[in-house]
């Protein structure tokens, strides 16, 4: 129980009565376009509206909305209650122009894998529902199609949709401004992942069908990560907390005022890393030429290195990437470069050159690709006592997947650092996906290049913003675990 909550509450104790059933006006249904999208076997259908007057070359910020388990159907319509509608009003038009995104959830399904009644939270689940699955799809379609201000995307949701929020936000933080939930929950052990993105969480006190412990759970989890999320729990007031939350005064204005920042949630999750190590930690990063372009300023090792370098004066990073350099070549120089150096840390980030340089017979096959990773980290762990975070090759070509000329072969080397870093004891760090899932929002034109990459491989400056984020928020599990082994 938090102690003292109601005094973060600026709302006043008296509050309305839960809505009353109502019908969606036909006038908000017409500002709304219908469709639908297939993911797997599934129809989502959902619902878009636009600014009242879109200005050429301008772009637009867009909300992103998840409803209740009681708009759940197929009849794409009953999904624009609550927010959607009151967002329909000509006064909010004017003054918040947008696009706002109503996926609507089949009936019986969930955004999310959670049990609502209970007080205790469920673990993020491996993958989005099927639901979730085409609400992506949905947002993936709008961003290509319109234009929105790809750093304005806002995500909330409300009861089912505040799960929803929770866990869209934690799977993909990346891609959003801001977020707000509203009654709902999530897994506070992954709030880790929310760390530098902009939160406004609302729940009231005496809600009946979602426990406010479960919004006390999570701000309590980013409180102890060092983070400040507005959260409002309004006295008195039962399940219906998005009356205020969407009203005059709520997180609307807020939520629109709040812009996409990825050098902010690099540096909430670098510091968070740098908290976690031993004072005299020695991190090892081992690979190509990404990871030596990396050790320059402005790199994912340098920017690494600076956040560990203010928490530990001793610590020591040690930069291991050589260019041109695949499994085989570690193997060779791992004992000089790693073991010699006394790494108590080793990120390993291999793979690119493995692929790539298959198109002039220099690559490494799959099974010996595969069998010299495993070497490395037995190495590794048996000589030194060293810690894993094991790195998935990124990209050969930023077009979607099956584009790229060495998509099919790369898809399996992938797959088999995923392999090696799932062993017990072992931390992974699936860049691949973070890489694939990124494109999918801010490379919606295919462009085989220039999103991530200078060239379809090395990165730019968001490229390395990004693996280090990846990196941190692994490194500080691996730390983690280390430390929790050891008692």
């Not at 529902?129 to 319109?146: D, F, K, Q, S, W």
């Amino acid at each position: 129980m938090l102690v003292s909550l109601s005094l973060l509450s600026a709302i006043a104790s008296s509050v309305p009565p839960a809505p009353a059933p109502h019908q969606v006006p036909a006038a908000v249904a017409d500002v709304y376009a219908a469709d639908a999208v297939k993911v797997d076997r599934l129809t989502i259908p959902f619902r878009l509206m636009g600014p009242a007057k879109i200005e050429e070359g301008e772009r637009y910020p867009l909300v992103l909305f998840l409803h209740g388990a009681g708009e759940r159907g197929d009849d794409n319509t009953t999904q624009l209650k609550y927010l959607p509608e009151w967002m329909a009003s000509d006064e909010r038009r004017a003054s918040m122009p947008c696009f706002l995104l109503a996926p609507q959830c089949p009936t019986d399904l969930k955004w999310s894998d959670d049990a609502w009644g209970d007080a205790v939270s469920s673990p993020l689940s491996p993958e989005p529902t099927g639901p979730m699955r085409g609400a992506i799809e949905a947002l993936c379609r709008v961003v290509a199609e319109h234009p929105v201000d790809l750093d304005r995307i806002y995500l909330t949701g409300l009861s089912m949709g505040g799960y929803g929020t929770f866990d869209l936000a934690t799977r993909h933080a990346d891609w959003f401004a801001a977020a707000a939930p509203i009654c709902g929950g999530g897994d506070e052990t992954q709030a880790d992942r929310l760390a530098g993105l902009p939160l406004s969480i609302w729940h009231g006190d005496r809600d009946d069908a979602v426990p406010v412990a479960r919004s006390r759970a999570m701000v309590t989890a980013l409180w102890a990560l060092d983070q400040s999320p507005v959260y409002r729990e309004l006295p008195g007031m039962g399940h219906n907390a998005w009356d205020v939350a969407y009203g005059p005064g709520g997180c609307l204005e807020w939520l629109f005022q709040q812009r996409r920042d990825p050098a902010r949630r690099l540096d909430a999750a670098a510091r968070l890393m740098a908290k976690s190590l031993d004072a005299k930690e020695r991190v090892a990063f081992l690979g190509d030429s990404i990871t030596q372009a990396g050790n320059n300023p402005g790199g994912y090792v340098d920017r690494l290195r600076t956040a560990i370098k203010a928490e530990h004066a001793d610590a020591v990073v040690i930069p291991a990437g050589i260019s041109g350099h695949k499994v085989p070549d570690l193997l060779a120089r791992e004992e000089r470069d790693v073991r010699a150096q006394g790494a108590t840390m080793v990120f390993t980030y291999i793979g690119i050159n493995d692929v790539w340089h298959s198109q002039s017979g220099r690559g490494t096959p799959l099974k010996e690709y595969t069998a010299g990773l495993g070497t490395l980290m037995s190495t590794f762990e048996e000589e030194l006592g060293a810690v894993n975070i094991v790195a998935t090759p990124t990209l050969i070509g930023e077009r979607p997947d099956g584009d790229n000329d060495l998509d099919a072969m790369l898809v399996g080397h992938v797959g088999a650092a995923r392999a090696a870093g799932q062993v017990a004891g072992r931390t992974p760090c699936d860049l691949h996906a973070a890489f694939r899932d990124h494109n999918r929002i801010f490379n919606a034109a295919g462009k085989g290049r220039g999103c991530l990459t200078t060239d379809g491989v090395h990165l730019n400056q968001a490229g390395n913003i990004l693996v280090a984020t990846e990196a941190a928020i692994a490194i500080r599990r691996a730390a983690l675990a280390r430390e929790g082994a050891s008692r």
